[in-house]
């Protein structure tokens, strides 16, 4: 697709090439720049979470008040509340790991000199999501043994000739359906949200230095609005996937513990 | 920091197969999970056991503060029921001082007045023992009088003497004795003719 | 003009998603505004709702890059 404004070769939109930025080597294990991102992320927020940690006081700091309230809002709203006052223990350490990582990681969407967001690479949603499939089809089979687990699939009360079919659908729903989309959705949202943030942003660019007129050149802080305004959408995306994610990881678990599907 | 970006986009790509951004890479996908797995090392053995540490020892001071609240709260009403108690105490024996010092003073009042009346009375009484005194004394004077100007009269008009004592006297209590029997409208009557009599 | 006919075939299958989240949200935000205190309730409530309507526009984003 080439936009005839200026008179040159023309504007090249990003494509999906843009996600793919190997920095050492090529190929299946080249090591890429959402690789670095991730051994940042890392880096960072575990040394902050031990050393709030280690300092923390019965009446909270500034720093911990905030943290805490990250902690809160996960042990409580999500873990408490979807997996229930009983259970919920030891899953605490799976659902604020997850959500500490998918949001420091998106939040690198939009901060300078980083601005890539490592979830955007599907590699890394899948990898989350393979520990959480793990959890919850091993929480289900360890509290119902593995043919309860299969069995309590299908809810009680239904027609024999339509057991199978619901049974093929919530196996379907069980190993494909919630794995995938909880991989793809976070995936696609950060996927989208940079390639809008990289149109908006080369677009302005081509628009100010290529322009053919005045008019065009000046079109061009239209764009940079939009880029400043996007970004700020990204933030509120950004806590929202890791919301999200936590969310349904949290569903998941407490759906394989019910007595009854 | 679009220069950032544009400069990552406009470098020249080898065409790859991963570029498709449904495709996982072998390498992102490993470093994922053991970014993953040492993140969840450090958050379950050194952050999450800290912060759950935290959490209980607050609701524990929350609840103990509500307790001491609660106590001094107690407390506190205990205090006001003592005092109010002590009020209604003070209040009581204030109107039982008031009340006992009227019905005192009512007392007093009777008292006097008993004690005015009771000498009215005396007084009275005095008065009239005097007057009685007086007059027993006025009567045994008059008579002894009456007797003597009786008896004068008497000898002045029989002419004989009636000196001799023993006669005279006895003829005063008679007739003496007959004035007092006799009713006062009569005495002059009977007076008359014993006079006229003798 | 070059293209993908691909992206045409995903922008007209997210039209469905896009109702279905839409009305999901509207259905939560009735909700909340009759009720306040059933806010707690009903956000993880739509959200689910929310993440299991988006997984029909993520089968068609994965379809657009497949096919």
Excluded at chain 1, 227 to 252: K, P, R, S
Excluded at chain 3, 20 to 36: D, E, K, T
Aim: cysteine-free; charged content about 15%; overall charge neutral.
């Amino acid at each position: 697709m080439r936009l005839r404004l200026a008179a040159g070769e023309g504007f090249s939109p990003p494509t999906t090439e843009f996600f793919w930025q190997p920095l050492v080597g090529d190929g299946a294990f080249a090591f890429t720049r959402p690789m670095l991102l991730m051994v940042l992320s890392v880096a960072v927020i575990a040394p902050v979470m031990v050393f709030v940690a280690k300092r923390m006081q019965v009446v909270p700091s500034k720093g911990q008040f905030l943290t805490e309230g990250t902690y809160n809002f996960v042990r409580n709203s999500v873990g408490k509340d979807m997996i229930g006052a009983k259970e919920f223990r030891p899953f605490i350490p799976l659902l604020f790991t997850q959500f500490l990582l998918i949001l420091v990681n998106n939040l690198f969407e939009i901060i300078p000199l980083l601005q890539f967001p490592t979830f955007s690479r599907i590699g890394f949603p899948v990898a989350l999501t393979l520990v959480v499939f793990a959890v919850y089809h091993v929480v289900g089979m360890r509290r119902h043994g593995v043919g309860g687990y299969f069995k309590r699939m299908v809810p009680p009360g239904v027609p024999g000739w339509i057991v199978p079919l619901i049974f093929f659908l919530e196996l379907i729903t069980y190993f494909v359906t919630r794995p995938v989309t909880l991989a793809l959705r976070l995936m696609a949202n950060m996927f989208a949200g940079t390639l809008l943030l990289v149109v908006f942003a080369l677009g302005g660019e081509y628009m100010l230095l290529e322009g053919s007129n005045l008019f065009v050149r000046v079109a061009s802080l239209g764009s940079f609005a939009l880029f400043v305004i996007m970004t700020f959408f990204e933030i509120l995306v950004g806590f929202l996937q890791a919301y999200v994610f936590v969310l349904l990881t949290a569903f998941y678990i407490a759906d394989s513990l019910a007595e009854e599907h | 920091m679009p220069n950032a970006l544009t400069a990552a986009v406009r470098a020249p790509e080898a065409e790859s197969v991963w570029t498709s951004p449904i495709l996982p890479q072998p390498g992102e996908l490993i470093v994922g999970l053991i970014a993953f797995g040492i993140l969840y090392w450090v958050i379950a053995k050194l952050v999450v056991p800290r912060f759950e540490e935290t959490y209980a020892q607050r609701t524990a001071a929350i609840e103990g503060g509500m307790e001491q609240a609660e106590k001094a709260q107690a407390e506190a009403e205990a205090a006001l029921r003592e005092y109010q108690a002590q009020l209604a105490e003070a209040r009581a024996e204030a109107g039982r001082i008031r009340e006992e010092a009227r019905s005192e003073g009512a007392a007093i009042l009777a008292e006097m007045r008993e004690k005015a009346s009771a000498d009215a009375a005396r007084i009275t009484e005095a008065a009239h023992k005097q007057i009685t005194a007086e007059r027993q004394q006025a009567v045994i004077q008059l008579r002894s009088e009456v007797g003597r100007l009786a008896t004068d009269l008497a000898s002045r008009i029989v002419g004989e003497s009636l000196q001799d004592d023993a006669r005279q006297q006895r003829v005063i209590e008679r007739f003496l004795s007959e004035l007092e029997t006799a009713d006062p409208n009569q005495v002059r009557t009977v007076a008359t003719p014993a006079t006229e009599g003798s | 003009m070059t293209g993908n006919l691909n992206v045409i075939g995903y922008g007209l299958a997210a039209i469905g998603p896009a109702i279905a989240v839409g009305l999901i949200f509207a259905a939560y935000i009735s909700g909340v505004a009759r009720q306040p205190e059933s806010r707690g309730m009903l956000q993880p409530i739509a959200i689910l709702g929310f993440a299991l309507a988006e997984a029909l526009a993520l089968f068609g984003l994965v379809l657009a890059f497949i096919l």
